[in-house]
């Protein structure tokens, strides 16, 4: 059987709304499900509060308390009172650790300059910092071994230093990975592997909701994509619609092999599906290959999808149903008709028994009268 399949334009734009929910559901799913379970049954909240405790330390974070939506910085790696206002952190929701380049909070050049040099001092790296401003000889300037800001650098350029220093430079440097045996950097992966694991979950449930039940609910295999661009899947052999194990390992194919594996490798079985829908005769993608399906544009196509085997052994006992009905009516009519002859027949036999008696009646009648007049004569 020829199949027209479906054009590569429509499939596309199916496939980006449904990754567009796909993912939207997830990040919801992920952070109102996911995230509160795992706050519950991991170690992820001790360890958020010891990493920002780790790098308040070091003068990464400072800590600052909330007040009309702006934050007050209350306590720096100097403070005598830190550990006060670490737990105070950890237990009033007014007090959090901020970023240096926190848009909600002012900090001068000359500050952020001080926090910096502490920090990199205190993970033995304080060249590096130096060597970095000597890089920048608009802005600084060698005097008696001592590096100092230039009269003539501009305010908002040496802001951009600090900040590009901040928070481009400092996480990648091989002293700071090191530092402390590295814990910092141990808890930091921790962190991201269980925040990364919400959101795999997250993305997981809703490709399962999106790509494989709704498919096994709707006609034709259909996605939410795909319902509104008029597409449905077929087996790519008969054109009858996907049988559900078809639908089944398209979804797994599709979700493990061209999702996850994408978000690993930077979407690279994604694009390799992609151009083998574009140069595939009958426009299949790796997931309809292994599934033995193809998509078709069902406006175009005129498709009337075949029925499900379960109607079909449904509509087929009505059928029967009905035909014993017929049949046992029809025979219930027979009846009647055979009983309406015989009372018919019955009737006929009184009629012609009574006209008999008639007859015999007038004809002994007439004998009587006959005898009487011969006596009289």
Sequence with gaps: MEIKKASSFKRVCAAIMDLLLAFLLGS?????????????????VESRETFNGEL??????????????????????????????????????????????????TISNEKFDHYLTHFYQEIEALDVYNKY?????????????????????????????????YTTKILSEEKLLSYDNQRILKLSQHIDNITRICAYIGIFISLLLLNLCLPLIFKNGQTIGKKMMNLGVVNVTTGESASKLAL????????????????????????????IMLVNKKGQSVHDLVAHTTVIDLF???????????????DAKDVENKNNENNNQDEDNKEQEVKEI?????????????????????????TEIEDIQKEKE
């Design 342 to 366: 015989e009372q018919e027949n019955a009737s006929e036999n009184l009629e012609n028994v009574d006209k008999n008696n008639e007859e015999i009646n007038t004809d002994s009648q007439n």
């Design 56 to 105: 308040f330390d070091l003068g990464y974070y400072v800590i600052a308390e909330i007040k009309d939506k702006k934050y007050e910085i209350v306590a720096d790696f100097e403070s005598e009172n830190k550990d006060d206002y670490k737990d105070k952190v950890n237990n009033n929701k007014n007090y959090i650790y901020v970023s240096l380049v926190d848009s909600e909070i």
């Design 300 to 314: 175009e196509a005129n498709y009337v999808p075949e029925k499900d085997e379960s109607v079909i052994e449904v």
């Design 28 to 44: 919801l799913i992920s952070s109102f499900i996911c995230s509160p379970i795992a706050n519950n049954v991991t170690d992820i």
């Design 133 to 165: 401003k000597e890089e920048k000889t608009d802005l600084f300037e060698k005097v008696d071994e001592n590096i100092v800001i230039k009269e003539n650098a501009s305010e908002e350029d040496l802001k951009n230093f600090y900040s590009d220093i």
């Design 248 to 275: 089944f390992l398209r979804f797994v194919t599709y979700a493990l092999v061209e999702i996850f594996l994408s978000l690993m490798i930077i979407y690279i079985p994604l694009i390799i599906s992609f151009i």
